[in-house]
């Protein structure tokens, strides 16, 4: 099956894509283009998965880059392929020609940053912990550190958790309030004591107060479980593990 890639006319003209889980070689709950080294699928499997994208994005595999995440607000800046190491950070941005940056996510954001004019790009990994810690923002600090702009710094969020997917209990809400209570208006009401989180429009907010132009593709991870892998609808069904959609940028 042919890979799908998911493209943003706001990061043209440079290659990226979000790519789904269609034109994979993994099988069972992973069924599709498991990119999870982290994940119990065969990781002969996943070799082949990220070939065929570092394929797609015009690369060779070793230029894929991509790190441990951790749900942190850490950044790492890249010159060139890591080999086998993978540094812990949620964030990653290089100004080398030839790299591909890669985030993985299932139901978190991946955010894809270009500012074409400066040859600097950027990939986040962007849960509600990384985010409400500053990862965005520190993600376009680190852009700006090798010669970005805020003004000519494009972001594109990715296949995400929608809000009427994102259901969470009212420690989660009070955990944002304490940040900043204006947060409440990123969350609706639900059943009983439950609330709905805006992930996307949360993401949105950090990045446009940063000074810089974001949008959101809009796909819901967890609505759309042909195209999407999904942590949240992964528990819900009490499978064993889920797969791990990838997003990259290259210059």
Same mark, same amino acid.
């Given at each position: 099956?042919?890979?799908?890639?998911?493209?943003?006319?706001?990061?043209?003209?440079?290659?990226?894509?979000?790519? $789904?889980?269609?034109?994979?070689?993994?099988?069972?709950?992973?069924?599709?283009?498991?990119?999870?080294?982290?994940?119990?699928?065969?990781?002969?499997?996943?070799?082949?998965?990220?070939?065929?994208?570092?394929?797609?994005?015009?690369?060779?595999?070793?230029?894929?880059?991509?790190?441990?995440?951790?749900?942190? &607000?850490?950044?790492?800046?890249?010159?060139?392929?890591?080999?086998?190491?993978?540094?812990?950070?949620?964030?990653?941005? $290089?100004?080398?020609?030839?790299?591909?940056?890669?985030?993985?996510?299932?139901?978190?954001?991946?955010?894809?940053?270009?500012?074409?004019?400066?040859?600097?790009?950027?990939?986040?990994?962007?849960?509600?912990?990384?985010?409400?810690?500053?990862?965005?923002?520190? $993600?376009?600090?680190?852009?700006? &550190?090798?010669?970005?702009?805020?003004?000519?710094?494009?972001?594109?969020?990715?296949?995400?958790?929608?809000?009427?997917?994102?259901?969470?209990?009212?420690?989660?809400?009070?955990?944002?309030?304490?940040?900043?209570?204006?947060?409440?208006?990123?969350?609706?009401?639900?059943?009983?004591?439950?609330?709905?989180?805006?992930?996307?429009?949360?993401?949105?907010?950090?990045?446009?107060?940063?000074?810089?132009?974001?949008?959101?593709?809009?796909?819901? $991870?967890?609505?759309?479980?042909?195209?999407?892998?999904?942590?949240?609808?992964?528990?819900?069904?009490?499978?064993?593990?889920?797969?791990?959609?990838?997003?990259?940028?290259?210059?």
């Amino acid at each position: 099956m042919t890979l799908e890639i998911i493209t943003s006319d706001s990061l043209g003209p440079l290659r990226h894509g979000f790519f $789904t889980r269609r034109g994979g070689a993994s099988s069972g709950v992973f069924s599709g283009l498991n990119c999870g080294t982290g994940s119990s699928d065969q990781c002969e499997i996943v070799s082949i998965n990220r070939a065929r994208v570092a394929e797609a994005m015009q690369v060779p595999a070793d230029h894929l880059v991509t790190v441990h995440q951790t749900h942190s &607000a850490d950044v790492e800046t890249v010159d060139g392929p890591l080999g086998t190491a993978k540094p812990k950070a949620d964030a990653v941005v $290089t100004n080398t020609p030839g790299v591909a940056l890669g985030i993985l996510t299932a139901d978190c954001q991946p955010v894809l940053f270009a500012d074409p004019e400066a040859g600097v790009i950027g990939a986040a990994h962007a849960g509600w912990r990384g985010a409400l810690d500053g990862v965005l923002e520190a $993600t376009i600090d680190a852009m700006v &550190a090798l010669g970005a702009e805020h003004e000519t710094i494009t972001a594109v969020i990715g296949p995400s958790i929608s809000q009427r997917a994102y259901e969470v209990g009212p420690e989660f809400l009070d955990t944002f309030l304490a940040e900043d209570p204006q947060y409440a208006r990123f969350f609706v009401n639900g059943a009983e004591d439950k609330f709905h989180f805006d992930l996307p429009g949360f993401g949105l907010h950090r990045m446009r107060n940063a000074g810089i132009a974001a949008e959101w593709t809009r796909h819901c $991870t967890y609505s759309d479980a042909e195209r999407f892998y999904s942590y949240r609808r992964s528990t819900h069904a009490r499978e064993a593990d889920y797969g791990r959609l990838i997003s990259v940028i290259r210059l």
